[in-house]
């Protein structure tokens, strides 16, 4: 059974597309992000809309391998080749798109995209323990403050990010309460419409209709679920989804999984809770406050990564999940060399076996996935 | 009598095995263009010499890539599944195995009851696999069911491409170097062994592993293997069968 509300995320990319040009012809502002690590509240301080931008499909990888190595992950590939083709209306409408150094890949590729947009690129220290991290990130936020100040002209207030901020923890608070709803067994809502919530959120310019939205998803949930319905089996074994992020447009390997019987209870990815299960301290100064939040994200592209492990160990057990499976995008060497270590805290200490599934955007390998995670789900 | 039919649709070869508490017959046949009717044929090959129809069959299981396009199965497992099924009624001291089959090389761990604990799977390409000694072979003129013999007490060349196509291209320029075909063909099965070790080091193998699939049957790789992974390795009787039967196990005991 599927949730009717469900219609609404559905629709909410493609209507956001629309919705991106009127923002345009009303005089507002947008500036397009990538990835996790960004401080989108500031954005939206600076009286600009923050929209996710296209990276998460096959389709415009062949004209980003014109530029860029073909042995190279999708994610930037697909991010590039989106980008310089003029097929991500989103990032055709941004005014400014706000970038991060998370990796090399994306790094290098920000260079060449830079030719295309007005862009500011984070620079995340890809030390975890780094002495002056929060201090590096405070003087991080501050620099795209003042970015967004001279180039949309502006001022960034205090009062008016600490409105932002509540705001936007409200809506995390709000996601997490859907998300928790996968405690229960079966599953109400399956692993590929969460996501679509989850992923919809960043490219949605009503936020006060994405989060009615929710609410009323959530309260549609609890009802089918009194009724016993749900979107798994009680028969499902219970599966985390793990490593890099899995956008709208790639959900293959999820379908896989739930086709294959197995229950999606939720994402510790960036696509998934990553972002969500910590709030921005409201005590604080906010930009303190913000450079706080974003410096804690565990990323694989921070070394150590002790994070990833401690709300992976959390996760297993709230949720009561019987198998992790871990989705590695070709040349992601963070997320790959991570898994190792994954796959060994998660046995060591849960008893929860990992399965590594390395793969791309393109369709190929649909039935070589299908084999493992059949065998996978069968070993559980 | 109870009777159960597992059929493994690989990609080379399709096979059958017919059980009844204990195997009684098994059937292989070439798979062919057409899967669904590779099965069909198996399964008429494997009855008719026992009297017996699909209706005396009280489940029929599938395995294999060809498992999932037809209607015929009443249950489907992942080939995995069901090798290490097989393997533990046949060799019950095994810990895992290694299977060399046509399309993707697998390397299982398992655990009592042959229940799978880990497995490792080659990648989406033919480095490691049937197809890889296949390719390779045809570059040189032979048959695979050649290369064991003629690899026998040869001086293994040193091959390093495990990308068939690459691979075909380091055997041109190693015969051009003047290099006998037995050193070559030495050098391959090498290469296999090391790619195959790789795999097994993921997998923590104490004892006895079984060696199935077709390629098993090459005395010399499973000699370098055997070496290479520092366990004894052990080839069950008509290792091509093993899924088929670890399927007709399963549905036997459902």
């Known amino acids: 059974m599927r949730a009717q509300t469900m219609a609404y995320f559905d629709q909410l990319i493609p209507s956001g597309m629309v919705m991106a040009k009127e923002a345009k012809e009303q005089g507002r502002n947008v500036v397009g992000y990538y990835c996790v690590f960004s401080p989108i509240e500031l954005i939206e301080a600076a009286g600009a809309v923050p929209v996710g931008l296209c990276a998460t499909k096959q389709e415009p990888i062949a004209e980003a391998e014109k530029v860029l190595p073909r042995n190279l992950c999708p994610l930037v590939k697909s991010s590039y080749g989106f980008a310089v083709s003029g097929k991500c209306p989103f990032f055709h409408f941004a005014d400014i798109v706000l970038a991060e150094t998370t990796c090399d890949g994306k790094k290098k590729m920000y260079e060449l995209l830079a030719e295309h947009k007005p862009m500011i690129v984070l620079d995340i220290p890809n030390s975890s323990n780094l002495e002056d991290r929060q201090a590096h990130w405070v003087k991080q936020i501050y620099r795209a403050k003042d970015y967004f100040e001279k180039n949309l002209d502006v001022k960034i207030s205090n009062e008016k990010l600490a409105e932002v901020i509540r705001t936007y923890n409200e809506e995390r608070k709000l996601l997490m309460e859907l998300v928790s709803l996968n405690k229960l067994h079966p599953t109400p809502i399956s692993g590929t419409d969460l996501l679509k919530?989850?992923?919809?959120?960043?490219?949605?310019?009503?936020?006060?209709?994405?989060?009615?939205?929710?609410?009323?998803?959530?309260?549609?949930?609890?009802?089918?679920?009194?009724?016993?319905?749900?979107?798994?089996?009680?028969?499902?074994?219970?599966?985390?989804?793990?490593?890099?992020?899995?956008?709208?447009?790639?959900?293959?390997?999820?379908?896989?999984?739930?086709?294959?019987?197995?229950?999606?209870?939720?994402?510790?990815?960036?696509?998934?809770?990553?972002?969500?299960?910590?709030?921005?301290?409201?005590?604080?100064?906010?930009?303190?406050?913000?450079?706080?939040?974003?410096?804690?994200?565990?990323?694989?592209?921070?070394?150590?990564?002790?994070?990833?492990?401690?709300?992976?160990?959390?996760?297993?057990?709230?949720?009561?999940?019987?198998?992790?499976?871990?989705?590695?995008?070709?040349?992601?060497?963070?997320?790959?060399?991570?898994?190792?270590?994954?796959?060994?805290?998660?046995?060591?200490?849960?008893?929860?076996?990992?399965?590594?599934?390395?793969?791309?955007?393109?369709?190929?390998?649909?039935?070589?996935?299908?084999?493992?995670?059949?065998?996978?789900?069968?070993?559980? | 009598m109870k009777w159960t039919v597992g059929i493994d649709i690989g990609s080379v070869s399709t096979k059958a095995v017919l059980f009844n508490g204990e195997q009684v017959d098994s059937k292989i046949i070439p798979t062919g263009w057409s899967p669904s009717q590779a099965g069909q044929e198996v399964l008429e090959r494997l009855l008719k010499p026992q009297g017996l129809t699909r209706d005396d069959i009280s489940l029929l299981v599938g395995t294999g890539y060809g498992r999932i396009q037809q209607g015929m199965f009443d249950k489907t497992f992942s080939e995995i599944t069901c090798h290490a099924r097989g393997v533990h009624y046949l060799l019950p001291e095994a810990c895992g195995l290694i299977d060399i089959g046509g399309q993707d090389s697998k390397v299982i761990g398992f655990g009592e009851k042959g229940k799978v604990e880990d497995f490792v799977l080659n990648d989406k390409c033919a480095a490691g696999t049937g197809r890889f000694l296949q390719v390779t072979a045809q570059t040189l003129g032979l048959e695979v069911s050649q290369l064991s013999a003629l690899a026998e007490d040869a001086d293994p060349a040193d091959i390093n491409s495990m990308c068939a196509v690459f691979a075909e291209s380091e055997i041109i320029g190693l015969l051009a170097q003047g290099i006998t075909v037995e050193s070559i063909v030495a050098g391959l099965l090498k290469s296999i062994a090391k790619r195959i070790s790789v795999m097994a080091g993921k997998i923590h193998f104490q004892d006895t592993v079984a060696f199935c699939g077709g390629v098993a049957q090459n005395q010399v790789l499973k000699d370098l293997l055997s070496q290479e992974i520092g366990c004894r390795l052990a080839v069950p009787p008509c290792p091509q069968a093993v899924g088929a039967l670890g399927a007709a196990i399963l549905g036997y005991e459902l």
Request: proline share 3%; aromatic share 6%; net charge negative.
């Open chain 1, 197 to 380: 919530v989850l992923w919809g959120r960043s490219f949605q310019f009503k936020r006060d209709e994405y989060t009615a939205k929710v609410k009323e998803l959530i309260a549609e949930l609890k009802e089918m679920t009194a009724k016993g319905e749900g979107a798994s089996q009680p028969s499902s074994k219970r599966i985390l989804i793990t490593g890099c992020p899995t956008g709208t447009g790639q959900e293959k390997v999820m379908q896989v999984i739930e086709e294959a019987g197995g229950a999606i209870v939720l994402q510790e990815s960036c696509s998934g809770i990553k972002g969500l299960v910590d709030l921005v301290s409201e005590e604080m100064d906010p930009f303190e406050a913000l450079a706080e939040k974003y410096s804690k994200i565990p990323c694989s592209c921070s070394s150590p990564n002790t994070g990833r492990f401690k709300l992976l160990s959390r996760l297993v057990q709230e949720y009561n999940v019987d198998g992790v499976v871990d989705i590695t995008l070709q040349a992601c060497h963070t997320y790959n060399i991570e898994s190792y270590s994954i796959k060994e805290h998660l046995k060591k200490n849960h008893n929860i076996p990992l399965l590594q599934i390395e793969t791309d955007y393109s369709d190929a390998d649909r039935q070589q996935i299908k084999l493992r995670v059949d065998a996978f789900l069968e070993m559980l």
